[in-house]
């Protein structure tokens, strides 16, 4: 019996420093991108430097107060386009508040949080304490899922999960999709095992498999969070079990789903309904993924509107909470409901929302 302890805890401690060593080599990849980004913008600065250099050169003589004029003026273009360069890409409008925004009062939406917004406009059009403080549980999967899909290359690349990894995840009886130890698992099937049956083991994997760890995972997030221009959102796990640290507000979730249904491969995984992973030793027909959302959903619907992707959640502290996204007549919106006593209240919630308060 000790030795079988003594065998579990120097594999423990083997399987620790490999995945420190693989978040090290993450990291000076990272360190390495960075670099090559700040050398190009350096580049791209000398170029028009060069450029105004010369167009200065060939204006010819004509000397004095002039020159000093138009080496000025340089030296603002310059700084201009280094501003220009350097300045990163805003994705998003902070959603304002529509003119026409209702407020939430009816009993027949429960849940105590909610954000209805509208894509197009970037317009909070309806809602009920959609700023303030919430625990996202299993919605901070989308988050998880864009940060993995934009960081992975290849999607095809495999990673076996190990017993020591998996165990917490057992003790905490946090949802699963199904993957064993040491089963060969590619990056696809793990985005899948995500968000449909919202499986926590998918997020490990996931995390290791991007940046080496689960906590420099996080990092990723919250650099997303910035670059998406998010002001009150933080995460400190990619699963959304519970973290006094990790929290959003209504608005930020819907503002995350709005921003992961712009890539192709969120969209397409969040809008899916059923799945089935590529065949293993572990298992021979794959493992069958249901979505959490759409399984609630199958045989009610809202007239004129579709409902296209979504993802649940469930925490004790963050209560039952569902992140959807919406089309009707072309145009397209977010709802978000969280803090709900029962799991099938955000589920009637969003059909309430959709046909009560669209335009």
């Known amino acids: 019996m000790e030795n079988e302890y003594l065998d579990s805890y120097e594999r423990a401690k083997r399987a620790d420093r490999e995945r420190r060593s693989h978040a090290r080599q ?22 028009v430097v060069a450029v105004c250099c010369i167009l200065y050169t060939t204006r010819g003589e004509g000397g004095g107060q002039a020159d000093g004029i138009n080496s000025q003026q340089m030296a603002q273009d310059a700084m201009q386009a280094l501003a220009q360069i350097s300045e990163p890409e805003q994705k998003f ?23 209805l917004l509208d894509v197009e406009n970037s317009q909070v059009i309806a809602g009920r304490g959609y700023n303030e403080k919430i625990y996202p549980a299993s919605m901070t999967k989308v988050m998880t899922l864009i940060v993995a899909v934009e960081q992975l290359q290849d999607l095809n690349q495999t990673y076996a999960l190990s017993y020591e990894l998996l165990d917490p995840l057992v003790r905490e009886q946090a949802s699963r999709a199904g993957f064993d130890p040491g089963e060969m698992v590619t990056a ?24 080496g760890s689960e906590e420099a995972f996080a990092d990723l997030m919250n650099q997303k969070c ?16 519970y973290d006094e640290q990790q929290y959003t507000t209504p608005v930020e979730m819907a503002m995350i789903m709005q921003y992961a249904m712009q890539n192709p491969t969120c969209a397409e995984v969040l809008s899916t ?21 759409f399984s609630r959903m199958y045989g009610n619907e809202v007239e004129n509107v579709t409902i296209m992707a979504g993802k649940t959640g469930y925490t ?7 992140v959807s996204y919406a089309q009707k007549n072309g145009h397209h919106y977010v709802a978000l409901t ?21 335009p």
């Open 26 to 47: 993450m990291k000076r990849r990272r360190q390495k991108r960075l670099k090559m980004i700040k050398g190009a913008i350096t580049a791209a600065v000398a170029v």
């Open 93 to 115: 409008k902070y959603p304002s508040v529509s003119e026409n925004y209702k407020e939430i009062v009816s009993e027949e939406v429960k849940s105590p949080y909610v954000a």
């Open 188 to 211: 696809k099937d793990y985005l899948y095992g995500l968000v449909l049956p919202s499986g926590a083991d998918a997020a490990v994997a996931l995390s290791i498999m991007t940046a």
């Open 226 to 241: 910035s670059e998406i221009g998010l002001k009150n959102t933080h995460f400190m796990n990619a699963s959304g079990l």
């Open 273 to 293: 309904y059923q799945y089935t992973t590529t065949p293993t030793a572990q298992h021979p027909e794959g493992i069958k993924l249901s979505s959490t959302m």
């Open 316 to 322: 004790q502290e963050a209560g039952n909470c569902l």
């Open 338 to 358: 969280a803090g709900a006593s029962y799991k099938w209240h955000v589920i009637f919630d969003d059909f309430e929302i959709y046909k009560t308060y669209l």
